[in-house]
C-alpha cells in the first residue's frame, strides 16, 4: 500500500476539482504514486538482470521443490507462504504457516505427513514462521501465541515454552529461533525489540535488547531470524535496521554484518541467516530476492540469486527468499512464494 504525503493528499484534493490545471495536478499525482510503488520494489542491479555488476557466489542449484502436493500418498497438501524448514536425520519439516501446520517432505518432494492440531490440539500453530530442530525435537516459534512448542517428528507435543515477561505490555512475538547444543532456546521477539535465551526448562537466562526500537550495540528495531555457531555465538536478524548482529554467548554485543541499503553487501528486508562450517553468515533478503554472503571476519563475499552462478544472463533464482538452514554443504531456502530450493555450497574456506 502506498501511503501519501501530506502535500500529495493536498494534490489529490485539487486533482478532483474541475478544469485542465486539476487533470495535470491529477497526472503529476499519478507519476509520483507510480515512482514511488517502483521505489518500492525495485531490485537493484547489483542483484537482479543482466547487468550484474556484484560478485556471484558459487552456489549451484541441487533441488527445487515447487509443489509439494504432487506426490505421496498425502497428495493434494499443497503449501501456503512457506517460511522455514528444519532438517532432523535427514527428515524434511516445512513450515506451511499460511495453512498453520508443518509439513514433512521426502527428498523428492512427496508430503509424508501433515502435523497440526488434527493430531494433537495442542499443536494450534498461529501465523508460525520459525521452526528449529536439536536433532532430537522440532522446536517452533508460534508466534501468534507468545510461545515455544517443543514436538516429537511425529507430531507429538511434549511442552510449551512461553516466551516474555510478566511486566510486558506487548505480548511477545517471536519470529525467530535457535536451539543451542546443551538445550537452551533463543528467541527473537520482534514486538519487544529483544532477544532472549531460555534453558531448557523455560527459565530466562538473559536478555538482549532495551525492549524499544533502537541500534548500534544497544538493541535492535524488529529482530527476525536467529542462527547459532560452533561457538556458541549467537547471530541476530536486524530487520528494520537492515544487518545481523553477532552477540556472544552471554548476550554482549560483538559485531555486525551488512547494513541498510539496496546496493551489494547491503540489506534492504533481511529475514533468516545461517552460518556454514567456515563461519561465513547467509542472509536472506525479502525484498533483494537474494541470499548475501560475508565471510566471518565480515567482508562481501557475493550473493546467491542466479538460476545459474555461471550465467549472469540467467535469470532470477528466487522471489522471496525467507527460512535458511545449512545442513553439512547444503543451503536449504524456503521461498514465501511456495518453493523450496537447495543448493550445494563450495568447499568452506
Known amino acids: ?44 542491479e547489483d542483484v537482479r538482470g543482466p547487468q550484474l555488476s556484484a560478485r556471484v557466489y558459487p552456489a549451484h542449484l541441487a533441488r527445487h521443490i515447487e509443489n509439494p502436493s504432487a506426490h505421496g500418498p498425502s497428495a493434494g497438501l499443497g503449501w501456503n507462504q512457506p517460511s522455514d524448514m528444519a532438517v532432523l536425520g535427514g527428515r524434511w519439516f516445512v513450515l506451511d504457516t499460511g495453512n498453520n501446520r508443518i509439513l514433512e517432505l521426502d527428498g523428492r518432494g512427496a508430503v509424508r505427513q501433515a502435523l497440526d492440531r488434527g493430531g494433537d490440539e495442542r499443536l494450534a500453530l498461529k501465523g508460525a514462521i520459525a521452526i528449529a530442530s536439536d536433532g532430537t525435537y522440532l522446536f517452533v516459534a508460534n508466534s501468534g501465541a507468545s510461545e515455544v512448542l517443543v514436538l516429537t517428528p511425529d507430531g507429538d507435543v511434549v511442552r510449551s515454552l512461553p516466551v516474555g515477561e510478566g511486566g510486558d505490555r506487548t505480548p511477545a512475538r517471536p519470529i525467530g529461533l535457535a536451539v543451542a547444543g546443551n538445550g537452551d532456546v533463543l528467541v527473537s521477539d520482534a514486538a519487544n ?32 531470524g536467529l542462527a547459532l555457531d560452533p561457538a556458541g555465538n549467537a547471530y541476530v536478524v536486524d530487520i528494520l535496521n537492515g544487518r545481523v548482529v553477532k552477540l556472544s554467548p552471554e548476550g554482549s554485543f560483538l559485531r555486525e554484518y551488512g547494513s541498510l541499503g539496496d546496493t551489494a553487501g547491503a540489506l534492504s528486508r533481511p529475514k533468516d541467516v545461517a552460518i556454514d562450517g567456515a563461519g561465513n553468515v547467509y542472509v536472506s533478503d525479502g525484498l533483494l530476492a537474494a541470499v548475501q554472503v560475508f565471510s566471518a571476519a ?6 546467491i540469486g542466479l538460476k545459474d552462478p555461471d550465467d549472469r544472463d540467467s535469470g532470477a533464482l528466487f522471489r522471496a527468499p525467507a527460512g535458511l538452514t545449512i545442513v553439512g554443504s547444503s543451503l536449504y531456502v524456503v521461498d514465501r512464494f511456495a518453493s523450496v530450493f537447495v543448493l550445494d555450497l563450495p568447499i568452506a574456506e
Open 193 to 224: 525489540h529483544r532477544v532472549q535465551r531460555y534453558d531448557r526448562d523455560g527459565r530466562l537466562l538473559w536478555t538482549a535488547g532495551g525492549g524499544h526500537r533502537s541500534g548500534g550495540g544497544e538493541g535492535f528495531n524488529a529482530p527476525g
Open 298 to 303: 565480515g567482508d562481501y563475499r557475493g550473493f
Open 1 to 44: 500500500m502506498v501511503r501519501l504525503s501530506t502535500g500529495e493528499q493536498t494534490r489529490a484534493k485539487a486533482a478532483r476539482q474541475p478544469g485542465r490545471h486539476a487533470d495535470l495536478l491529477a497526472l503529476g499525482l499519478v507519476c509520483a504514486v507510480l515512482s514511488a510503488a517502483l521505489v518500492m520494489v525495485f531490485v537493484p
